[in-house]
């Protein structure tokens, strides 16, 4: 089968040299093996994501000469999916409703919390083990929650599933090396699995994309190496397959800061205005 290969920007912001790397990262590892090249738009985020950035950053890729497949797809009209992989989890007594707003949350902290891999500090497990009855009147009143995973309950599962091989994943280095990493799901607690706006969360979605487009190969920045720990459980408690993953450099600022979109004079149609060329990208790029 060909090996399939993915860039997934999310239509926030213009891309700047930092999504320029990811893209050609996946888009020449496909081509070195003749495989395939999709892209994604990660829009979940309906309040943030607009169509005007969709068709820029299609813009972008064809200008820095990327080509992939057709159709593309938008998570934005897949949320029945995310519904459904969110029901099999909570049918399976893993996911419970969190109606704590993060004030809340932060009053419940203690004195040296621990943090999860984005910073956040890990919940404090206000809502987890709430009865029954008190979860349907909340919801009868019109709460809104998000859904947690019961990272306690979610690692036992995966145990009983799939063993140890639930705790690794495949990695790729720059030379195409294979190795076997070590996940650690149990540092993001009871991580936000459905967000109280929108039915899934980056992690959700990701993973049911990532199977239903068949992705073999998942490329991005080592920012998201963390996160692999929980798509990793995801992908054992839903049965579905794991990609080889490539976390490839991330660039940073003169500060030492990952490059963001809120940084302008680093997207990429900044410098193409200011003269840039394709082959200039992959110069300032590194490749």
């Given amino acids: 089968m060909s ?6 920007p999310s239509p926030n912001g213009r891309l700047h040299l930092g999504h320029a790397l990811s893209a050609f990262t996946g888009f020449d590892m496909a081509r070195r093996v003749g495989g395939r090249f999709l892209v994604r738009i990660e829009d979940i985020d309906t309040t943030r994501s607009r169509d005007d950035l969709i068709a820029a950053i299609f813009e972008d890729l064809r200008w ?19 519904r459904a992989a969110a029901t099999r989890l909570r049918d399976m007594g893993l996911l419970y409703p969190c109606f704590a707003t993060r004030s809340q949350i932060e009053a419940a902290l203690q004195p040296g919390h621990v943090s999860d891999p984005d910073g956040a500090p890990l919940y404090p497990g206000l809502h987890r083990g709430l009865d029954a009855r008190a979860v349907a009147d909340r919801l009868q009143w ?34 195409g090396r294979q190795t076997a990493v070590v996940a650690n799901p149990a540092r993001w607690g009871d ?32 920012d998201l190496l963390a996160a692999t720990d929980l798509h990793r459980l995801l992908q054992v408690l839903l049965g579905l397959p794991a990609p080889l ?4 450099r991330l660039l940073t600022d003169q500060q030492g800061r990952k490059l963001a ?18 082959v200039d990208i992959r110069h300032l790029v590194g490749l």
Avoid at 192 to 221: F, M, N
Avoid at 261 to 278: E, I, V, Y
């Fill in 191 to 222: 991580a936000v699995i459905v967000r109280k706006e929108v039915p899934a969360s980056y992690h959700l979605a990701c993973v049911v994309d990532d199977a239903r487009q068949g992705i073999t190969h998942v490329t991005r920045g080592r």
């Fill in 261 to 278: 979109k809120s940084a302008d004079d680093t997207s990429l149609a900044s410098l193409r205005a200011g003269g840039a060329t394709p």
């Fill in 3 to 8: 090996e399939v290969f993915r860039f997934a």
């Fill in 142 to 175: 019109g709460e809104r929650y998000a859904l947690r995973i019961d990272m306690a309950r979610a690692l036992a599962a995966a145990r009983n599933m799939a063993g140890n091989a639930a705790f690794t994943f495949q990695a790729l280095d720059a030379a």
């Fill in 245 to 248: 993953y490539h976390h490839h």
């Fill in 64 to 82: 820095l000469g990327i080509t992939w497949e057709v159709p593309v797809l938008r998570q934005s009209e897949h949320f029945d999916d995310y």
